[in-house]
């Protein structure tokens, strides 16, 4: 069982998600956010925080979005934790608009 | 510093409950940068509330949230003082007397009864009790729980409910694994339960099952579980609830339904416990002669706009016989030190978390975080969120606190020291850790529980 990231996240990081995490697992990358899955306990109260629904638990996770498993694993653990919500990448709610939300 | 102008400058913080928001509470005052010394109480010799007590047995991992607040605890500015309960040994005024800031993270612990006739039967519990039970909390050690029975009704469609059916329905050698204590595992392994029934009053787009939790009911070795699949044929309105796109975790749910609606009719191994997901029952009484026999319910059907539909009784009885009903349709407060609260759930009355007094003033200095704020909703993350925004509030007024002086912990301190109260320290909780977690590695377990005060206090 883990609780992923995936691109949907890129060039918005909306980071409401980081406000519920109870336990600080999100990292700030440049492009997007990554959950460490040694430290996240699955609790799921990041998925419903993110309005691009960019975040999944692998029981449901879509096959094409697969390889983010690894990605997040791989990019969280070189990048610093983020507990605050900062402020979207600018054209974040176009970005929105064109994902269908 | 000098030790006056660090008394001026310094705000002494009381949080009253040491469960995920009063840690939260912590960490975020500690966050903020002030300078800042916090004294977390607890009724309990031990910490973390709901992460000790209400976070199913066998969900270990939920658990490891733990030792983020250990990290939270052992910051220097925070002091954890258990077996210290307002109200009880220790009151609201000599808390106020050495503290700027008190913190109301106390959570609900009174489950909410139905209302209805029989629910003083043996065999009908509010959820609480099992809960408690199961999880070793002290104060539910004394109730008397017989699992020989072939059913079991749980109401409610929420995580507790699935909690509650997991563990009736799960078999005894899975249940050992979990950290159920031995005492519990002893009559739990004399359980015979055939079928357990999760019933709600609504239909599969309203209940408040989170996707995990009901996912996981199906990957129980030992269990069929199922719906008839009549109920994921929608109205108009349950429709365009379930294609709201914010609606994600319904949208998720939905298709686990799908796949449970495909056992409906399949052929029942005997083997294994039937679980059955049933919806729009509203519950009207039990019977039974001093012990449960049956519980009636009311078909029902929705109405009104989506995401504002209200439940309407049908005038068709259902009777389902069984042994064993479980309540779990939601929590309230206690009444604290006569603090005005909002019925029915008795959440303290506050605005933007500042408490609001009998005057409907605001009380300067008291604050609340956690359900006891904002009503027993959300899941373990959701109250950091909320302790952010009730550490926002003080922030704001901490200028206007700072100019009352407060002795803090050392004050609070002399009064327990003289009133002769065998508090416990962070230092204390983790002997007590400690001996569970030896205890528990014999019999294959991650803890076995302390479930008395006494046995905790025994260790020290």
Known sequence: MTTLVTDNCQRC??????????????????????????????????????????????LDLPDELEEWIDINERRAKKLPIITKKESAYEGAEDRKKTLGF | MTASLKTKTQLKVAIIGSGPSGFYVADAIINSGISVEITLLEKLPCPYGLIRYGVAPDHQKLKRIANTLDTIAEHPSVTFLGNVELGKNINLEEIKSNYQVIVFCNGMSDSISLGIDGEDLA?????????????????????????DHDTAVVIGHGNVAIDISRILSKSIDDLRASDIPENALEILSKKTLKHVHMIGRRGPIQSKFTTKELHELGKLSNCNVSLDP??????AACQQELDDTSNIIVHKNYKVMQSYAGNFSAVNDKNKTQISIDFMLNPKYFTGR??????????????????????????????????????????????????????????LTNQNSNLIGGDGEIVKGLYAAGWVKRGPHGVIGTNRECAQNTVDSILK?????????????????????KKNIRYTTFEDWKVIDKKEVDNGLSLGKPREKFVTIKEMLACL
């Open chain 2, 397 to 417: 007024d901490t200028p206007t606190l700072l100019q009352t002086i407060a002795e803090g912990k050392a004050g609070l301190l002399k009064i327990l020291n």
């Open chain 2, 230 to 235: 009549k109920h994921l044929n929608l109205n």
């Open chain 2, 123 to 147: 065999g009908v519990y509010p959820c609480n009790d099992l809960i408690g039970w199961y999880n070793g909390h002290p104060d539910y050690q004394d109730l008397e729980f017989n699992f």
């Open chain 1, 13 to 58: 990081r909306f980071t409401e998600c980081v406000t519920a995490c109870p336990v600080s697992a999100f990292h700030a990358g440049e492009d997007m956010l990554f959950i460490n899955p040694d430290v996240c306990v699955d609790c799921g109260a990041c998925i419903p925080k993110c309005p691009v629904q960019a975040i999944y638990e692998d």
């Open chain 2, 290 to 347: 001093k012990q449960l026999s049956s519980a009636f319910f009311e078909e029902t059907y929705l109405e009104g706009a989506p995401f504002n539909q209200t439940c309407k009784s049908l005038d068709h009885p259902i009777e389902i016989p069984c042994g064993l009903a479980f309540t779990s349709v939601g929590y309230r407060g206690a009444i604290l030190e006569n603090l005005p609260v909002n019925e029915p759930k008795r959440t």
